[in-house]
């Protein structure tokens, strides 16, 4: 069982930038694709990013391409959710997760066996 456990979340302007941080006990994540959902009131939970166990292929949902950027660090058992140029619409609870899947399921919340509790975003315009 693996353990995973948000952090950095909080209120910015739109323009502003935000770094979330998943730390994973318990377990190593090294084994598994680890990815970010994302979920806003009133709304389904989406993908937001996702990072294969070696770090070689990421996957980004088209809303976020060229403004947030998916890392991990499997020595420290660590994965990270760099969010640039903020928007309203990026408000959210966050979530990290991680599973053993193929790339082609990377996307699908489905797919994960392991989830966080979530950290709030909140952007202000």
């Known amino acids: 069982q693996v353990q995973l456990i948000e952090s950095g979340g909080g209120s910015v302007q739109a323009g502003g930038s935000l770094r979330l941080s998943c730390a994973a006990s318990r377990r190593s994540i090294s084994p598994y694709t680890m990815g970010w959902f994302r979920q806003a009131p009133g709304k389904e939970r989406e993908f937001v990013a996702a990072?294969?166990?070696?770090?070689?292929?990421?996957s980004y949902a088209d809303s976020v391409k060229g403004r947030f950027t998916i890392s991990r660090d499997n020595a420290k058992n660590t994965v990270a959710l760099q969010m640039n140029s903020l928007k309203p619409e990026d408000t959210a609870v966050y979530y990290c997760?991680?599973?053993?899947?193929?790339?082609?399921?990377?996307?699908?919340?489905?797919?994960?066996?392991?989830w966080g509790q979530g950290t709030q975003v909140t952007v202000s315009s």
């Open positions: 997760a991680g599973g053993n899947m193929g790339m082609s399921l990377m996307t699908r919340a489905y797919a994960y066996d392991y």
């Open positions: 990072i294969t166990w070696s770090g070689s292929s990421t």
